[in-house]
């Protein structure tokens, strides 16, 4: 029988790979920890082994590397940390989202399938998988026109980013694959049911993602039925109106799956979650008032209400979706860590390389700098922007550039952009009645660049304060694992319990400097008026953006 302490297991899914992390349910101490990259990783260029080649905006990814790098990760973490399987009272998932794949009714993706292998639409989208823009804007203009009561939720918008654009864009594109695929389905779902052998639909990705709320369900078929015939059926045939809550059990590991992933078999599975969102109750926060910054390749920000409030531009709020009683708050930056790691690969001279040195030199000379001294302003939409102008089609701005602008020049200002963008997003939380009182920060950047936690201090106002823990999504799907077990098995029986005991932050704090805040107000207005300007319609950007399609379509149609 064993001895050791009772664990709770989370694995965090990210956009390169998994990680597990093995936990003490009594303190939310870390045991262990491993990580196993996507054999793939992110598919960009072409398909493997057929070379298919993809169009612009495309991003996806092989769901079978998901299961084989859980497996390597899982097992890895219990050998390195000596814990036994036993000691695992539950197992919780965390995913990035909107991160969808189509199946066949028993979950076999399409991808799989040899005659379907060369089908792109066959494959995971990835969240940052953006070619559905199209598709998002047929929705957003169909749903304003007929009022549909659930866009003011979504701040008035949905994203290419999220699973009605992606669902529709296959059915667009490739109708057999529409027509093959039993499911469309979140793959935070999709692996859960590779565990437990039991399909389930959780409310964070349905919520946020789906434009489902526990009072209305997803979009009515009529609404679905406008944007396409064939399309009014999604949910019915293709998804589920049965949607869980958070910190139920999806069901325990099956022999099979305990085969593979080292695990018992029986071991409880919490109903899956998205990477940012389960990342709130891991730094501690239950109650209103401060905002959680989830920052990596991307930074989804969250905050929490006790009644709905609607903000323009917001990426949705969502009535339990984070913590059970309370209104969860979505808003985003779409590139932040894939911002500052395309400024130092472009001064490296390619992807390849230990580039660490090079982050740490240019923070160190942009720490050097003042407010303004480099003279430049940017725009930090590499990746599109997510809120509050929710349109993937916004791209990146460098405004004042000299032959005497450095690099360090540069990467100063695009820290400085991306902070400006978190103000905008405080700002439009706040004039919608949504509480921040602190910023709380956790992923992988606040540990590895502490000039942007200084600077999201000072330009925002606002005492930032970091997680304990470098794994805070895998944390908080460990502690959604130990409430799936209950108390009465080892467990908690609420995620504000868990939190209690497993949640903790660290000793940096970062307030903020009052000496410098006229600047970083000139600043900000600066930023948001090149902001405003080039969002516009009809804006030099927009007008830049439209070239670069038509050339694109040239240029293939002279191949």
């Known amino acids: 029988m064993n001895s050791g302490p009772r664990t709770a297991l989370g694995v965090d899914f990210g956009s390169e790979s998994a990680r597990a992390v093995l936990v003490d349910v009594a303190t939310g101490r870390e045991l262990g920890s491993a990580v196993a990259a996507f054999a793939h990783g992110v598919i960009e260029d072409r398909l493997p082994e057929s070379g298919t080649p993809l169009p612009q905006d495309w991003a996806l990814q092989d769901p079978d590397d998901y299961v084989a790098s859980m497996s390597a990760a899982v097992r890895e973490v219990l050998r390195t940390s000596g814990v036994d399987a036993a000691s695992v009272v539950g197992m919780g998932i965390a995913f990035t989202a909107c991160t969808m794949l189509p199946t066949t009714a028993d979950g076999t993706p399409l991808c799989r399938m040899p005659d379907l292998r060369t089908e792109p639409h066959a494959w995971v989208k990835l969240w940052k998988h953006h070619a559905a823009q199209p598709e998002a804007d047929r929705i957003n203009t169909l749903a304003a026109a007929r009022g549909e009561p659930w866009l003011a939720r979504y701040g008035g918008r949905t994203s290419s980013e999220w699973f009605l654009a992606k669902s529709l864009q296959i059915l667009d594109e490739a109708p057999a694959i529409y027509a093959a695929a039993d499911r469309l389905i979140e793959a935070a779902d999709w692996i859960v049911w590779q565990l437990t052998g039991v399909e389930t639909r959780n409310s964070c990705t349905a919520g946020y993602k789906a434009q489902w709320s526990r009072r209305d369900g997803f979009p009515d078929p009529a609404f679905l039925g406008a944007l396409d015939s064939r399309f009014a059926d999604l949910v019915a045939t293709r998804m589920s109106t049965h949607v869980q809550p958070l910190g139920e059990r999806a069901g325990e590991i099956t022999a099979e799956a305990a085969r593979w992933s080292g695990l018992r078999p029986g071991t409880p599975v919490a109903i899956a979650n998205v990477d940012a969102h389960v990342s ?122 000299t032959l005497a602008t450095r690099p360090a020049d540069i990467y100063r200002a695009l820290l400085e952009a991306t902070v400006y963008g978190t103000r905008v997003i405080i700002d439009t939380l706040e004039d919608s009645g949504v509480p921040v009182e602190g910023i709380i920060a956790c992923g992988g950047l606040p540990f590895q660049n502490r000039l942007l936690m200084r600077l999201t201090a000072d330009i925002t106002g606002r005492t930032v304060r970091v997680s304990a823990s470098r794994q805070a999504p895998a944390l908080g799907a460990a502690m959604f694992g130990a409430v799936a077990a209950g108390a009465a098995a080892g467990g908690y029986d609420t995620i504000t319990d868990a939190a209690a005991h497993m949640a903790h932050l660290g000793p940096d704090v970062y307030m903020p400097s009052t000496g410098d805040r006229g600047a970083w107000d000139e600043g900000y207005a600066l930023y948001r008026e090149l902001h405003d300007s080039m969002a516009a319609q009809g804006s030099v950007m927009r007008r830049l953006r439209a070239l670069q399609g038509r050339s694109r379509m040239a240029t293939e149609g002279a191949i």
Request: charged share 15%.
């Open 280 to 401: 709130v109750p891991a730094v501690g926060v239950t109650t209103p008032g401060q905002l959680v910054a989830v920052m990596g390749t991307s930074t989804c920000h969250l905050a929490l209400t006790t009644d709905e409030r609607i903000v323009p531009g917001a990426s949705g709020v969502v009535e339990d979706g984070i913590i059970p009683g309370l209104f969860g708050h979505e808003a985003g930056q779409a590139a932040v860590g894939d911002l500052f790691g395309w400024w130092a690969r472009t001064l490296a001279g390619g992807d390849g390389g230990d580039q660490g040195g090079l982050h740490a030199q240019l923070e160190a000379d942009a720490s050097r700098l003042r407010p303004g001294q480099s003279g430049l302003v940017a725009l930090d939409w590499w990746n599109g922007n997510r809120s509050v102008l929710v349109d993937a089609d916004l791209t990146g701005v460098l405004l004042g550039a």
